[in-house]
């Protein structure tokens, strides 16, 4: 892609978004730097001219009630190392109640540091509960396009509904983000991610108009790069721009299918080798997301558990299902259980991971409880002979000692309104969990909801051929679809509601937006009741 082709995508996208421009004013706000530091990087690059370096869109993130991260990175040549010079910019920076900016309620100046990419996450507080926001950022005379963002609500506070939607698996030589154009103008209060934000391997698209190609990533400069060429889709910056985000990672960010400090393929890469290229994406990925410092890599370990909550309507519980999992049992793959992956003492959130999330849910207040997770939760036998099976090793079928200790908690300790949303693979599925799921009678302890992807694997299908001896064979599975897309939610104290938001193809631009199926789940009654069926 040449700059031309960018700046003709830019305009588009500020058209699209109808956002205004404007330059910052106000006091200067630098965290964790020296005083005096923002004004003499201020003062020492008055008379450099700086090419537009929003390339990248803004974003922000992980709200509390009082407070959000923004996020941009200055990339004004973004898939050639960014094209900043290798000195700290100063980034103004305005948050205000109108798009306009008439009512500026918070503003201050962040040092975009060459260390980390000329990246900038501002942690603004002081905001109030509940409340939609307009920010946006300003370099010398070139100012960012206008975002939009929303608080959560007051800690404990009586929430009445929450919307929202989760998307996963985004990979970009594959096809168009026509979903996130979708996601965009659809009526939510925040986006969860849950993983392959980007694809590590080798980029040689057939169906996106950009002449790009790159190789497999190793370096930090790599991943900065492939995350450009991510973030640079108009689709995907809208989608940011229009909600705060919680984000949090699957293996594409890596390595595939990687396990704590294991690569897909240790032959190729030694130990030593392979942690140096997780610190290069941990580290990336950290410069590309709006988290909060508490987030900020050290070395090739990244802390992205943690918990948000709205009010007592939804607690999020967000997980980190590849940093300190055991290896992937029986050589990876579907494969039969056996006792190497049936070891009760194999873990996939770690141990301290498993009991933070276990004491996290015993307390919990909020009316239903959710796991925003990666890979496949519940039970998924793909060999349909009835004595015969064959499970996802990667999975948490290849984890079920762990697995089992959850839902046994769950169980044992009575909770009420478990929700488990996942992504990885690239398909639609509505599962209840059940305390056996070998027992079709067993007691359910909740329902996952898993998310298709935003282009992986293709245009896809309606259903597979295989799709009927799918769901004979697992009972507690009680949909599948094999379309593109996003998943919307829409949570009261009553009722949570979820849609499967579907597009036919993304091989090409121009896809509608259909509602395939929806699914309700009534307080303390952890079963699935389907609303629409819609065969598109």
Not at 334 to 355: A, M, V, Y
Not at 421 to 436: P, Q, R
């Amino acid at each position: 892609m040449n700059m031309r082709e960018f700046d003709n995508n830019r305009r588009t996208f500020l058209k699209s978004t109808g956002k205004g421009i404007g330059i910052a004013l106000g006091a200067t706000i630098v965290s964790s730097l020296p005083i005096g530091t923002a004004s003499a990087a201020e003062e020492n690059n008055k008379s450099n001219k700086l090419q537009y370096p929003f390339t990248l869109g803004i974003a922000s993130g992980d709200p509390l009630p009082d407070g959000v991260v923004l996020w941009t990175r200055l990339a004004p040549d973004p898939l050639n190392g960014g094209g900043m010079d290798n000195h700290p910019y100063p980034v103004h920076w305005e948050v205000s109640l109108d798009p306009d900016f008439e009512k500026v309620v918070k503003r201050g100046t962040e040092l975009s540091k060459p260390q980390l990419g000329h990246s900038v996450h501002v942690e603004v507080e002081g905001l109030k509960p509940s409340t939609w926001y307009y920010y946006r950022f300003t370099v010398h005379a070139e100012v960012s396009p206008t975002g939009r963002t929303k608080t959560a609500p007051a800690n404990n506070s009586e929430v009445d509904q929450l919307n929202f939607a989760f998307v996963s698996c985004q990979n970009w030589p594959t096809g168009f983000f026509t979903a996130y154009q979708h996601l965009a103008k659809d009526d939510l209060d925040l986006v969860v991610h849950l993983g392959d934000y980007i694809y590590e391997g080798s980029v040689n698209s057939k169906v996106r108009p950009e002449n790009y190609s790159a190789p497999e990533i190793y370096t930090l400069d790599d991943y900065r790069n492939r995350y450009a060429l991510y973030k640079m889709d108009s689709d995907l910056q809208a989608a940011h721009a229009n909600f705060p985000w919680i984000v949090t990672f699957d293996d594409h960010e890596v390595d595939n299918n990687y396990a704590g400090d294991i690569p897909q393929d240790p032959d190729k890469q030694p130990t030593e080798d392979f942690l140096k290229r997780r610190a290069a994406a941990y580290q990336a990925y950290y410069e590309h997301m709006p988290l909060r410092r508490t987030s900020f890599p050290q070395g090739s370990d990244i802390q992205i558990y943690r918990r948000l909550s709205f009010g007592n309507l939804v607690e999020f519980n967000v997980l980190d299902t590849r940093q300190y999992r055991d290896d992937q049992a029986n050589g990876d793959g579907w494969k039969p259980p056996t006792s190497e992956s049936e070891d009760p003492s194999r873990t996939l959130l770690g141990e301290e991971q498993e009991q933070w999330l276990l004491n996290g849910l015993a307390v919990s207040q909020a009316k239903w409880k959710v796991l925003a997770q990666q890979v496949f939760f519940a039970h998924r036998d793909g060999d349909f002979d009835p004595d015969e099976e064959s499970v996802s090793m990667d999975a948490w079928d290849g984890y079920p000692a762990a697995r089992q200790r959850i839902v046994d908690f769950i169980a044992e300790n009575d909770i009420k309104n478990a929700v488990v949303l996942t992504g990885d693979v690239h398909t639609n599925w509505a599962n209840e969990i059940k305390v056996d799921f070998h027992d079709p009678d067993s007691k359910n302890v909740g329902v996952e909801f898993v998310g298709t992807s935003i282009t992986s694997n293709g245009d896809g299908s309606d259903v597979n051929s295989n799709t009927g001896q799918y769901l004979k064979e697992n009972p507690h599975i009680k949909f599948f679809n094999n379309y593109r897309g996003y998943v919307r939610c829409k949570v009261t104290q009553d009722i949570w509601q979820t849609d499967y938001q579907v597009i036919k193809y993304i091989t090409r631009p121009g896809a509608s937006i259909n509602t395939r199926a929806s699914f309700v789940v009534e307080d303390g009654v952890p079963s699935l009741k389907q609303l629409v069926s819609n065969p598109v």
